[in-house]
């Protein structure tokens, strides 16, 4: 097409050509791209962070590589949020709903679990170092083995809202 430029620069045309052809010999039809461009990622993240969070609705919000030391989420509705390279130092979540949170890498060190749901949780690589976690419910959350072992040797308590005990939710050994 003579007089029409691509948008494209010449060596991602000729990526973009390969992984097309790519997705062509090996599954018949053209590949899907997942690609997100920078100004779409973090859609869904807070926009006015304030060091007072209680009891907010924040449901599917984004708190990525944020840092939140010492924040009262104490109460909020954080189901299914994602909390990834965050630090959440000294935060309170006491009584908060983290279930289906994200939280990979993330930093709960001297924060304040105490009566938070984290069913479902996905929390690879993330620490508690100090956390209280009394009537925390951990039921299906996915933890690295050491930083469960580590809760276990302080779970103690019942969740007010689940009737779970912290131990059981945890899958700690007698």
Do not use: W, Y
Request: overall charge neutral.
């Amino acid at each position: 097409m003579a007089g029409i430029r691509s948008p494209l620069h010449p060596l991602s045309r000729l990526l973009l050509v390969g992984v097309l052809l790519l997705g062509v010999l090996v599954g018949g039809s053209p590949a899907a791209l997942a690609i997100t461009a920078p100004e779409l990622r973090g859609q869904r993240a807070v926009q006015d962070l304030q060091p007072d969070m209680h009891g907010r609705n924040l449901r599917q919000q984004e708190f990525l590589k944020a840092s939140l030391d010492g924040f009262d989420f104490s109460e909020a509705d954080l189901r299914g949020a994602v909390f990834n390279g965050s630090s959440l130092r000294q935060a309170n979540l006491q009584a908060a709903n983290l279930e289906d949170v994200v939280a990979f890498a993330s930093r709960f060190d001297d924060s304040n679990l105490e009566g938070a749901v984290l069913r479902n949780g996905m929390l690879m690589q993330s620490r508690f170092r100090g956390s209280r976690i009394d009537g925390a419910d951990f039921t299906d959350a996915v933890l690295d083995l050491p930083e469960q072992k580590a809760l276990c040797a302080r779970a103690s308590g019942t969740n007010p809202l689940t009737g779970v005990s912290t131990r059981e939710s945890l899958a700690c050994r007698p």
